[in-house]
Antibody, heavy 119, light 106 residues
């Protein structure tokens, strides 16, 4: 079955970077876009960007473009989200999600990774 | 950028019908998707492309989309339906989420 597995938690200091992994199984990563969505405590879901599994192309929200990098390792069936220049406002749960073939939505999500940015 | 507006909260009596709205300019031209999120859990897709239910989602959940408003309707509301609900659309090349609605079952 389709699964997206993420690490549980990460802690970083302000100014640092973090790379969060999303290990996929149960489908061909080369055929599906993977999206990243974050949720700050008590806030709504915020879309960050997506990676095209077929060609590795990426697109991200303008506010993140300067410090967000999305990559993939096909041999490991894993997608990575790296966010730099961290501030306390980046404290959030980060989700990866698989886009479905017939539309721009996600039926499968990772369990989420809690990133805490604190000095 | 495209914006989606949801009420902060909706209350419904046990066994009654709840409707959660999602407003957006000419939203009827877009496919609207709905997610349910319970505390500490990842979102779960409950309605996609306006009206379709994924397998495993009860028939009590239904959706509609007309004019400037899309709606998620939950019939015969149960305590287990208490959650935050988010609408989502694709706008050009990005996903947009609504601000979320907290559903309380009284």
């Amino acid at each position: 079955q389709v699964q997206l597995v993420q690490p549980g938690a990460e802690v970083r200091k302000p100014g640092a970077s973090v790379r969060i992994s999303c290990k996929t199984s149960g489908f061909d990563l080369n055929k599906y876009p993977i999206h990243w969505v974050r949720q700050a405590p008590g806030h709504s879901l915020e879309w960050m960007g997506w990676l095209n599994g077929g060609n590795g192309n990426t697109k991200s929200l303008e506010k993140f473009q300067a410090r967000l990098t999305l990559t993939m390792d096909t041999s490991a069936s894993t997608v990575y989200m790296e966010l730099g220049g961290l501030t306390s406002e980046d404290t959030a749960v980060y989700y990866c999600a698989k886009e479905e073939t017939d539309g721009d939505y996600a039926a499968y999500w990772g369990q989420g990774s809690l990133l805490t940015v604190s000095s | 950028s495209y914006e989606l507006t949801q009420p902060l909260s909706v209350s419904v009596a046990l066994g009654q019908t709840a409707t959660i709205t999602c407003g957006g300019n000419d939203i009827h031209y877009k496919n609207v998707h709905w997610y349910q999120q319970k505390p500490g859990q990842a979102p779960v897709l409950v309605i996609y492309r306006d009206i379709y239910r994924p397998s495993g989602i009860p028939e009590r959940f239904s959706g509609s989309n007309s004019g400037n408003t899309a709606s998620l309707t939950i019939s015969r509301a149960q305590v287990g339906d208490e959650a935050d609900y988010y609408c989502q659309v694709w706008d050009r090349v990005i996903w947009v989420f609504g601000g979320g609605t907290k559903l309380t079952v009284l």
